[in-house]
């Protein structure tokens, strides 16, 4: 039986590795792409690559750095303050990188061609709807119409782009990798990029709130939490 091909992207947080994971459960031959945009949570490609290897997946990382000083006026990229709370809120607006998963997706999408992939994956989510335009269902529609396109006639002429979290929330992804087998604790959200999750920013707040709702115990060592225990 010929093996499926996918390029998936991950970051090393919860929702791209319980995509690997998903897709290493569904028999594809895995490829994981991570991307160094000058991000300050960096650490989080260590992550990806833990969840590479744990997989027996092919593993690169991908320097946009230069790229990445282009595109300012992030938190996740300047030294702006990492604003706390929830995604909902307003202030999240300052923790978009311009253009980023169209940029990932790109060059993700050269990979796949040259491969013969016949998928990239990338695990936006309806969590993610709120703040970041590129997250949301008419972009992936619309992205996987243009490179259509874009590659028409060469690599594996079923090439699509294939994100299935787009219309799951957190939680709910919570409860599939919780059925795969995620060691959660091997992957990192923090947008602050300390020693442990500050528990305090959008993404640590909407990974708490995603164990809570899933019912799934959180492995993760947050700030306050390890401040309480030593006291």
Not at 56 to 67: H, M, Q, T
Request: aromatic fraction near 8%; charge should be negative; proline fraction near 3%.
């Amino acid at each position: 039986m010929e093996s499926k091909g996918v390029v998936a992207i991950v970051s090393g947080g919860m929702d791209s590795v319980t995509l690997a994971h998903l897709m290493a459960s569904e028999g594809y031959d895995l490829s994981i792409l991570a991307f160094d945009y000058g991000q300050r949570h960096k650490k989080e490609l260590g992550y990806a690559e833990r969840c590479a290897k744990r997989l027996g997946a092919g593993f690169e990382v991908v320097d946009l750095s230069g790229v990445g000083r282009l595109l300012s006026g992030s938190a996740l990229t300047d030294d702006i303050d990492v604003p706390h709370g929830h995604y909902a809120e307003e202030t999240m607006a300052v923790t978009v990188v311009p253009n980023r998963n169209a940029i990932m997706l790109s060059v993700a999408y050269g990979a796949a061609v040259a491969r013969g992939a016949e998928a990239v994956a990338a695990a936006v989510h309806a969590g993610d709807h709120y703040v970041y335009p590129d997250c949301r269902p008419a972009f992936v529609e619309a992205f996987d119409r243009m490179e259509r396109l874009a590659v028409e006639g060469f690599g594996n002429e079923k090439l699509r782009l294939h994100a299935p979290f787009v219309h799951k929330t957190k939680a709910e992804i919570v409860e599939i990798g919780s059925e795969l087998g995620v060691p959660y604790e091997e992957t990192w959200s923090c947008y602050e990029g300390g020693e442990v999750h500050c528990g305090l920013c959008g993404t640590c707040n909407e990974r708490k709130e995603a164990f809570e709702l899933a019912g799934v115990p959180d492995p993760t060592a947050y700030r306050g939490r390890q401040a309480a225990a030593k006291g």
